[in-house]
């Protein structure tokens, strides 16, 4: 069985030669999956039944399954279980903005890297998603709300520069004016920090943006909490995110998630200020989610407080990360562990 979201048009176009059907035909198709969004071939009503019925046969248009949907009311965001054969696969939310809706994307089934403080960490990693899988949790969300989503952040579990072709593919796709015409300058691509994949990154962007989660101010600090800073850390990491900064004329963001005595104290904000210094970025300070289990703790509303004003008295621009999502376990990779525990109902 082939897969609508991981084929092109001219892909579709072959598809459709096999049966003799016109060319045309795969543009018709791609307007309902991109701009209907139409989850099944029977909605797709000015394609000849003869053709719906040999489509049914040989390509899905839907691979992902909705297992869970978590809702928060009031501060809006929602979070969605996707699975395959009724076993979890991966995450994805929806959040509310002021700006309008943002989809976030996982790149992977768990993730590789393993962070401290992360709960997909526990799960470990299973596998690279593919570019249509990483598509459709976008336009699955679409078809779910049943709007367009104005921007798109590859943000849920997973490493999305270990998975740098099928997510540049995907990112490709959403941004094609001929499928759904997202402009890049409202994709942003979230790292733990890996400085060669973010120069690459540079070069294959063509305009959208990069966040780090940077999380430390030393590599001592950082050492504890990203397995990664053994291999690059802190200094070539932020070398790198300067570095796109400057060749991209873009602001960038730097993550920077607080956790209770570890690395929320005045002097951290004093030390992210320097090293951030020159760089044209904005900070966003997101309160640690709980994640049971862990020793972590989320920091005082004070805190929180505190370093905001260290960083804004030393002119680095810097905002809080609503706790969106906090009461619907949005923390990454929740929702998949709790249902790998207790299978859904
Ligand atoms: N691998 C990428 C993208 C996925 S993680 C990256 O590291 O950026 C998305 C963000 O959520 C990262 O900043 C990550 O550090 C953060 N995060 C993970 N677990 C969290 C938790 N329990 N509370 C708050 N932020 C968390």
């Given at each position: ?46 394609l000849p039944e003869r053709l719906r019925k040999h489509l049914v046969e040989t390509v899905s248009v839907s691979r992902l399954e909705l297992l869970r949907k978590q809702e ?274």
């Amino acid at each position: 069985m082939l897969s609508l979201f991981d084929m092109d048009q001219k892909a579709l176009e072959e598809h459709l030669a096999l049966v003799g059907e016109k060319p045309y035909r795969a543009k018709q198709i791609i307007a309902w999956a991109y701009r209907k969004f139409a989850s099944s071939w029977d909605e797709m009503t000015d394609l000849p039944e003869r053709l719906r019925k040999h489509l049914v046969e040989t390509v899905s248009v839907s691979r992902l399954e909705l297992l869970r949907k978590q809702e928060e009311e009031g501060e809006w965001a929602k979070r969605f279980l996707w699975g395959q054969g009724g076993k979890p696969l991966c995450e994805s939310v929806l959040l509310a903005y002021k700006y309008g809706l943002t989809g976030c994307v996982s790149t992977q089934a768990g993730c590789p890297v393993g962070c401290a403080f992360c709960a997909s960490a526990v799960i470990g990693f299973e596998r690279d998603l593919q570019k249509g899988e990483i598509i459709e949790q976008f336009v699955g969300m679409c078809r779910l709300q049943k709007e367009r989503l104005g921007h798109l952040v590859f943000m849920g579990t997973g490493e999305p520069f270990m998975n740098y072709d099928n997510t540049m593919a995907a990112m490709d796709v959403l941004c094609d004016p001929a499928y759904y015409g997202l402009s890049r300058r409202k994709v942003t691509v979230s790292t733990v920090g890996i400085p060669p994949m973010m120069r690459r990154y540079a070069q294959d962007s063509r305009g959208a943006r990069l966040a780090l989660s940077l999380h430390a101010t030393n590599n001592e600090t950082r050492d504890q909490i990203i397995p990664f800073n053994n291999r690059y850390p802190i200094e070539k990491v932020v070398l790198a995110l300067r570095e796109f900064a400057a060749s991209s004329g873009q602001r960038v963001t730097v993550e920077y998630m607080l956790l209770k005595d570890f690395n929320d104290s005045a002097a951290d904000a004093a030390r992210l200020s320097a090293l951030l210094g020159g760089i044209d970025c904005l900070v966003n300070l997101i309160p640690w989610n709980e994640v049971p289990g862990f020793k972590w703790r989320s920091p005082q509303p004070s805190k929180v407080k505190e370093f905001q004003e260290v960083l804004e008295r030393n002119r680095v621009k810097v905002t809080v990360r609503r706790r969106l999502g906090a009461n619907i376990e949005a923390a990454c990779g929740q929702l998949r562990r709790e249902t790998a525990d207790r299978p859904p109902k």
